[in-house]
């Protein structure tokens, strides 16, 4: 694993390990892989301790869920490079904030921001936040349009990520 794995893998840890903490079932996926099927974008995540792939799917199951969508650019000199990176999140509202009566949609921005900053502010710049069907960029989204929806809350935090570029 090198590049821009590296900040991705160590954000799942961090959002495994405090990212609404006894909200039940959460999903917290890496990077995905852009498969073609059919003429759609499918985002696929490779399967840990095998060669496959598992198409990324939401389910009433989970109350959190996301994974990382990195872009084919990579811009740098020497050792230290950028790449653009988009970590798109579908969170069931009610389970993550129960006592709170409105769509609590700032509140689950800021905690995933917040979080992202106090792991490593130099690597991960937040240049802006998409919602709604425009959160899914050019993936394919039939199953994950049902998901924009009340109590599901959709979203994506665009970034650039700065790692240790090895050549």
Not at 19 to 25: A, R
Not at 109 to 115: C, E, K
Request: hydrophobic share 40%.
């Amino acid at each position: 694993m090198n590049g821009v794995d590296i900040p991705i893998n160590r954000l799942v840890s961090v959002f495994n390990k405090g990212l609404w903490p006894g909200v039940g079932k959460k999903e917290f996926n890496g990077r995905v892989s852009r498969n073609i099927k059919d003429e759609n974008i499918i985002p696929e995540v490779l399967i840990e301790n095998t060669n496959d792939y598992r198409r990324v799917q939401f389910n009433d199951r989970l109350n959190a869920m996301c994974f990382f969508d990195v872009g084919n650019e990579v811009s740098g000199i020497e050792e230290v490079a950028t790449q653009e990176v988009r970590l798109f999140f579908a969170v069931k509202m009610p389970a993550i904030y129960p006592f709170i009566g409105y769509r609590a949609t700032n509140e689950v921005h800021a905690d995933v921001i917040n979080l992202i900053k106090k792991e490593g502010a130099f690597t991960h710049e937040i240049t802006s936040i998409q919602t709604g069907p425009d959160a899914f960029g050019d993936l394919y989204s039939e199953n994950l349009k049902q998901y924009d929806m009340q109590p599901w809350h959709v979203f994506a935090l665009i970034m650039n990520m700065t790692f240790y570029h090895y050549c």
